[in-house]
């Protein structure tokens, strides 16, 4: 027999993070309330009981960062976690997946193809599946994101005093990233940062692009060194300062040297050559995340290895850099 589960039992008030900046008002209330279906809250934000600063928004609404979050109470029939059978892979694949854990965090190396979590016509992310993996622990939440075709370290709360510490030390900019990727043509040696203020527009068809804009856009700043130099290819870091939505693809983009395999701001010539040489993702991958244990504040270092499919594409750039 179900039982009721008191989601949220009185009206808080949130404050959008640096995180949240970006997300759907909608995706965001399936994260907080974790376990309401979607009609219940589509019908609490008709109703006008979830407000944001203090006025009523569609469900489609962009936080931004600071914004005020009115959430009423919430009590749900709670049953048990239902994942998708065609994905029953995936729950099982992140056994091998975990990089660190201890009783307040997990760090998991999220494969590419796989969204942080789910919502936007997406019913099944990496969240879920770690809850389905680990039903004994009745705290995760993710404690940032990362694209869906983006690979690498992603951190994941098991306590909720560990999760504000951890959003607190993204605020701060404590939390230090740092991505590969592999991008088209010879990298500049003299771009070692980018300061692009980045702003997000929703087209017609509902896709969302960003785009810089110096006069609009929010603050936006990445760091950049060169790792390893091809024909006609650069394996670069990235090590954002700001955690804008798309920002290393954006960034990129901006001085020329696009993210090797994305669709959205990529070079279509450089994305077909890669994809005749076998790599059908991005190149982008969290390869370390740096922060601070919540727990006693000690200096984590977590790296996630470059996945197979990368490592080969670098191989073959390697090789026919060797011939040249």
């Not at 994941?156 to 592999?182: D, G, I, M």
């Not at 692009?209 to 936006?220: A, I």
């Not at 669709?263 to 005749?276: I, M």
């Amino acid at each position: 027999m179900s039982e009721k589960k008191v989601v949220s039992k009185s009206v808080s008030y949130n404050e959008a993070t640096e995180n949240d900046d970006g997300q759907r008002l909608d995706n965001y209330l399936a994260r907080v309330l974790k376990g309401v279906p979607r009609s219940m809250l589509y019908r609490i934000l008709r109703r006008g009981e979830v407000r944001v600063n203090k006025g009523r928004v569609s469900p489609s609404y962009k936080l931004r960062q600071g914004d005020i979050i009115r959430i009423p109470p919430v009590t749900v029939t709670e049953g048990p976690v239902t994942i998708p059978s065609s994905n029953l892979h995936l729950v099982q694949d992140l056994k091998d997946r975990i990089l660190f854990e201890n009783e307040d965090l997990i760090v998991v190396d999220k494969p590419a193809g796989l969204a942080s979590h789910g919502g936007s016509g997406i019913e099944f992310g990496l969240i879920e599946a770690l809850r389905a993996l680990k039903p004994e622990e009745r705290f995760l939440e993710l404690a940032h994101r990362l694209d869906k075709e983006t690979s690498g370290c992603l951190i994941v709360s098991k306590r909720r005093s560990a999760l504000r510490n951890l959003h607190e030390q993204f605020r701060q900019r404590v939390v230090k990233k740092r991505y590969l990727t592999l991008v088209p043509g010879k990298w500049d040696r003299r771009i070692k940062l980018v300061d692009a203020p980045l702003i997000r527009n929703e087209l017609r068809s509902g896709e969302r692009m960003v785009e810089v804009n110096r006069k609009l856009g929010d603050p936006s700043s990445t760091g950049f060194e060169i790792v390893e130099s091809y024909e006609g290819a650069t394996l670069v870091a990235a090590m954002p300062h700001t955690g804008r939505t798309h920002q290393i693809r954006v960034h990129t983009a901006y001085v020329k040297h696009p993210v090797g395999g994305d669709e959205k701001y990529g070079d279509k010539e450089f994305n077909a050559y890669l994809r005749s040489i076998g790599l059908k993702r991005m190149f982008l991958h969290a390869f370390k995340i740096t922060f601070k244990n919540p727990k006693d504040g000690s200096l984590l270092k977590i790296e996630a290895p470059l996945p197979d499919e990368l490592e080969q594409a670098l191989e073959t750039f390697r090789k026919l850099s060797n011939q040249g």
